[in-house]
């Protein structure tokens, strides 16, 4: 390769690079944290903040990094889209057979979301945001944005499970978290996904899905919605295991708050609010749900 060549090849790469930085990140993967997890099935560890910098390593999933508080400014915002996903190239630090090595990842492999149970690992993460057809209420097509969530079940550093769902984009927060089998037959685990609505009108959405030593089971869904003290809508769950639970059972219990007077000030007390409380019951049968 000439000597001219290599100066254009370099030239288009940090051309390449600062059109990148303009795109804007996914808000969903703005935020990270000091100890994240490669949550990829296979994450390339490169030289330099780019994929035009060379493969020095590959981590696998569930493989922790170490995110450096890199002074040096000059690579530090370069960002990287793919499915749909737009992302940072974070500096790290990682092991590899006790030895210590530096690189760089891109943010979209990996993920802060990691619960340890035992010698089992559950691991979520936003592997693309994609289009997808849906109706509205009044059964009109149109074409909306999802975010791709995956969770997986880590044992022996292998997958052994994974579950693919998508949920809406409003939402720039997540919990995650896992408990006990809150009474459910059959069950080991049941893991919660939170993807939290931060602002009025926002739902929250709610996800559960069960672990039973081999599998990853559905379970229902909830959400819960407001609108500055006009509007309220709230499902909550009960486990067998709680106040109020039933044996295989997962009961919800919806209520529903609003203004009927719109024209009422929401800061006195002349405005006339109406309540209603609704009860769905899930049957649970060992391996699935059922709505009795």
Known sequence: MSKNLKIIILWLSFISMFLIKAQEITPILEFYSDTMYVFSDVANIREGPGINFKIKDKLLTAEKVFIINDSDQKYNKAVYTSDGLTAEWLPIKYYKQSKESFGYVWRGNLSTYLIKKGDIQFMMGISAKEKIQERDSEGTLYENEKYR?????????????????????????????????????????IVRLEFIGGACAIPTNYYYFAWNGKQLLDLPSRYTVSDAGVYSYEEKFIFPN???????????????????????????????????????????????????
């Open 149 to 189: 969530v995956e969770l997986k079940v880590i044992k022996n550093n292998q997958q052994v499970a994974k579950k693919i769902f998508t949920t809406d984009t409003l939402q720039n927060f997540i919990s995650f978290k896992a408990f006990g089998n809150l009474g459910l037959t059959h069950i080991h685990t």
């Open 242 to 292: 709680e106040k109020g639970g039933k044996p295989n059972q997962i009961i919800k219990k919806t209520e529903i708050i609003q203004v009927n007077d719109e024209s009422a000030s929401e800061n006195t007390s002349n405005n006339i609010f109406s309540k209603s409380t609704k009860k769905q019951i899930y049957i649970w049968n060992g391996k699935n749900y059922i709505i009795k």
